[in-house]
């Protein structure tokens, strides 16, 4: 199993200033993926961040408004650049083992 | 890309009924689906999930089918009670260790006492 520390657990934010999300994982993964859920919505996925290579995005997403940095096997952060009040949302890391994935508690983030 | 359709939206079941969630996926390549349930203010903790090999699995109160003709899969929880009250997601991705999981839209159970 994998234990996933993600912080900050919530924040409010000023518009147009950005947001670090950190998540850190007990053990080395190859990737880590970062979901958005936007309220009352499912989880929708933003990115694949690989170590030593730049993320992924998914279509939708791009890297200028959610920077991703994985400098190592056990360590991501997303930032939330120059927020609208339609960033509000929780935003979630994951990793997948071979059994299941599992997830941080998640970053529930109000832009106001 | 893998597609997860997800029905009902809201389910609300008396204390003691059965509940089932349905769940149908697009991509034949899936291999594995798994079901969340996500209380408020929490992230996704898995409950149970199902592998392509494997047409049903139970764990006590709970169960999931799949049916890999169809395409689709269910959950099911018997003998309901309030604290199953939550939001629940099913998901599907064609390898689970290296490709990002698709989930379905969600479905909030309400069980009443």
């Known amino acids: 199993s994998a234990v996933i520390s993600q912080k900050p657990s919530r924040d409010i934010c000023q518009r147009g200033t950005s947001l670090t999300i950190q998540c850190q994982v007990d053990s080395q993964v190859t990737m880590m993926f970062w979901y958005r859920q936007q309220p009352g919505q499912s989880l929708t996925l933003i990115a694949t961040?690989?170590?030593?290579?730049?993320?992924?995005?998914e279509s939708g997403f791009v890297i200028d408004k959610f920077p991703i940095s994985r400098p190592n096997l056990t360590f991501s952060t997303l930032t939330v650049s120059n927020m609208s009040p339609e960033d509000s949302s929780i935003y979630l890391c994951s990793v997948q083992g071979v059994t299941e994935a599992f997830f941080g508690q998640g970053t529930r983030l109000t832009v106001v | 890309g893998e597609n997860v359709e997800q029905h009902p939206s809201t389910l609300s079941v008396q204390e003691g009924d059965s509940a089932v969630i349905k769940c149908t996926y697009s991509?034949?390549?899936?291999?594995?689906f798994p079901w969340y349930k996500q209380e408020l203010g929490k992230g996704p903790q898995l409950i149970i999930d199902i592998r392509s090999n494997v047409g049903e699995k139970k764990d006590q109160r709970i169960a999931v089918t799949l049916n890999k003709t169809a395409k689709h899969f269910s959950l099911h929880i018997t003998e309901t009670q309030p604290e199953d009250s939550a939001v629940y997601f099913c998901a599907a991705t064609p390898n689970s260790g290296n490709t990002p999981l698709v989930f379905g839209k969600g479905t909030r159970l309400s069980v009443i006492a």
């Open positions: 991509d034949s390549a899936s291999n594995y």
């Open positions: 961040a690989n170590q030593g290579s730049e993320a992924t995005y």
